[in-house]
């Protein structure tokens, strides 16, 4: 590698802004010290939050899964609520929003979890993981293009469903893991 040259952007183009996400190409130097263009999908970051509807050290503690239908995947994905950071927000108020905003709850306790690079190899979306208990119901606030319902059920029947492939969303699967490995001890 050249002497006091660092992998890194050296310059980046705007290809295209949507609601979500943006593209750029970027003129990158790799550790090597050669150059190259890598596409980038830009994205302002998102939380998620696995929401325990009994007490997580319990024998088999209630899980809040919600059943949305998404696009990309061609039909419906079992997921825990999760959404974009708004401009400026907080992730955990991230996580706080969108329980209320996807299942109607509230919650007493919310513990980050882990925060994890999407897929790094070609956005820089991150997504920081939360754990929710002592919840409340009330109301939902879908928005218009989302398609979902509510399925609780026991953690040990969410786990058969990673295990068994039923659970696809990346998210989900890494979020109920951790936190039933790490924080409800199984």
């Known amino acids: ?98 329980l209320k905003e996807e299942t109607g709850c509230t919650a007493e306790q919310v513990d980050y979890l882990i925060t994890l690079y999407t897929t790094p190899g070609f956005t820089d979306e991150k997504i920081h993981l939360f754990m929710a208990t002592g919840l409340s119901t009330g109301e939902t606030k879908h928005e218009v293009d989302e398609f979902l319902d509510l399925q609780p059920m026991p953690l040990s029947r969410a786990l058969g469903m990673v295990e068994r492939g039923e659970i696809q969303d990346a998210k989900t699967i890494i979020g109920l893991l951790f936190a039933a490995g790490f924080r409800a001890g199984r």
């Open 1 to 98: 590698m050249d002497e006091g040259a660092s992998p890194g952007q050296i310059e980046s183009r705007r290809i295209y802004t949507g609601k979500i996400v943006s593209l750029d190409v970027d003129t990158v130097r790799f550790p090597d010290g050669s150059t190259g263009e890598l596409e980038m999908i830009r994205h302002p970051g998102a939380s998620a939050v696995v929401p325990f509807l009994s007490d997580p050290r319990g024998d088999d503690p209630q899980v809040l899964m919600i059943r949305q239908y998404r696009y990309a995947a061609d039909g419906y994905l079992y997921e825990i609520p999760a959404g974009r950071l708004d401009q400026g927000e907080a992730p955990r108020d991230c996580a706080v929003r969108e």
